[in-house]
Nanobody
Framework: QSRLVESGGGLVQPGGSLRLSCASTGFSLNVFAIGWFRQAPGKGREGVACIPKSDGNTYYADSVKGRFTISRDNAKHTVYLQMNSLKPEDTAVYYC??????????????????????WGQGTQVTVSS
């Protein structure tokens, strides 16, 4: 089946940086808005960031705003999540997914995982000293 594949996770110390990558298999992610989510033990899946196909605004959760940056490289068919100033509370499994409802991100940001699909296995990010 078509899905997205996340990579780039790992162990990093507080204050460090990490860049996650999201690539597609079975479809072109270039034609979709793409969201990044994360899930920590004991917590639900949280929307982190979203980038439109082309036109429109990107969105970030308040908890990561100013620290994380979402971007895409259509030539490489890849969406990135650059994470800076990482905190222990950023520790989670990170997922990317395609947005089916439109080529732009949800107007109010990611309030639900509804209308997103093609979930991959996720990539573990651990922030610890």
């Amino acid at each position: 089946q078509s899905r997205l594949v996340e990579s780039g996770g790992g162990l990093v110390q507080p204050g460090g940086s990490l860049r996650l990558s999201c690539a597609s298999t079975g479809f072109s992610l270039n034609v979709f808005a793409i969201g990044w989510f994360r899930q920590a033990p004991g917590k639900g899946r949280e929307g982190v960031a979203c980038i439109p196909k082309s036109d429109g605004n990107t969105y970030y959760a308040d908890s990561v705003k100013g620290r994380f940056t979402i971007s895409r490289d259509n030539a490489k068919h890849t969406v990135y999540l650059q994470m800076n100033s990482l905190k222990p509370e950023d520790t989670a499994v990170y997922y990317c997914a395609r947005y089916l409802a439109a080529q732009r991100c949800p107007v109010g940001g990611i309030t639900s995982a509804a209308r997103f699909d093609s979930w991959g296995q996720g990539t573990q990010v651990t922030v610890s000293s």
